[in-house]
């Protein structure tokens, strides 16, 4: 456990430039100044709440998988129609790599 008070780091390492600070609905949001990093996390922020049971438990089980497993999942899910790479807040080109390990069987 890291003991910290959150918002007045947050806001010293802004001031410093090791992170960015963006207005995002009414709100800051503290981000990488990597411009790619940011572009994903601002993404991810903006996405809408998942509403569903199934989604929610979704990303349950996705948040204690390990990266090999993530990515097998994201290619078992890219095998629906639908935008698994935004879902997961994950790189096409991963979501992409796990289905075709699926696909060839290498699970190892």
Known sequence: M?????LPTLSRLARAGRISRVDVKDRYFYCSN???QWRCQRQNRLRPPMDSAFAQATQSLFEVLDERQRRLYAGLESLRP???ADRLGMARTTVIEGRRQLLSGELE
């Open 2 to 6: 890291v003991k910290v008070e959150l």
């Open 34 to 36: 990597d411009s790619a």
């Open 82 to 84: 639908s935008s698994v």
